[in-house]
């Protein structure tokens, strides 16, 4: 069975077996918090070079949908449309993912948790592969009102043919600096589409939405380098 098909069978069973709905994320990384239990998380995301006159711009629109299930799973998906200034058409792609959260001690401040993501085309499919990314995290967060928060982990891709790296590691600071204000960083390793540094501001605008802005920077490939702009809201 070709890994393509394997990872195709594999969320097929993930999906199935969790009623699945997308991944809570620090800036980029997956993050070891998931959603709770009957609660639901919606984001909007923008991704842009922002050169605006500049032949390969590009504008990417990805709304996600995230729902918390009984014993600590989260389960969503994601629709990304890109747009290329001059480029060829892109393909919609439909990301649908799973997390489990299998430690959690709010004493020691530590947590863990692995998931996978399927990103696959649904339209414009010519020169684009369907891959799985699986991953484990762990995190520590620091007593007081500004301890900061350290993730880090290793992800691996299934089927990612066109891709250089197949594995890499995954890192992530969190520091709170003000009343509702953090400043975010974190790191997929690799040369892949996936391997960006990316720091950033989140705010808290309310006790139930988020606003989170900053700027990606590819391991590989200035051009590739972008702003990026979340806002989520979460529902009780």
């Not at 449309?81 to 430690?103: A, C, D, T």
């Not at 991953?135 to 992800?155: D, E, H, L, M, W």
């Not at 808290?204 to 702003?227: F, H, M, P, W």
């Amino acid at each position: 069975m070709s890994p393509k098909l394997l990872t195709l069978v594999f969320f097929a069973i993930l999906l199935v077996s969790s009623s699945a709905f997308a991944q809570t994320t620090i800036s980029s990384v997956p993050s070891t918090d998931v959603v709770g239990s009957k609660q639901v998380y919606l984001e909007m995301d923008f991704i842009s070079n922002f050169a605006w006159q500049r032949h390969s711009a590009f504008e990417n629109y990805t709304p996600r949908i995230v729902v918390g299930f009984p014993q600590r799973i989260e389960a969503g998906v994601n629709i990304s449309v890109s747009h290329v200034n001059g480029g060829p058409v892109q393909p919609v792609e439909v990301q649908p993912n799973v997390k489990w959260q299998f430690y959690n001690n709010e004493r020691l401040g530590t947590a863990g948790a692995a998931g996978c993501i399927l990103y696959t085309p649904i339209a414009h499919r010519t020169g684009t592969d369907t891959l799985g990314q699986c991953y484990a995290v762990g995190s520590k967060q620091f007593s007081g009102n500004i301890g900061p928060r350290f993730t880090g982990g290793a992800y691996t891709l299934i089927g990612a043919a066109a891709e250089r790296s197949k594995h890499g590691a995954i890192m992530a600071y969190e520091q709170p600096l003000i009343n509702r204000v953090s400043f975010l960083v974190d790191w997929f390793s690799g040369d892949n589409r996936f391997g960006y540094v990316s720091p950033g501001i989140s705010i808290s605008t309310t006790k139930t939405t988020n606003l989170t802005a900053g700027y990606a920077i590819a391991n590989q490939g200035r051009g590739k380098n972008a702003l990026f702009v979340y806002y989520g809201k979460q529902f009780q």
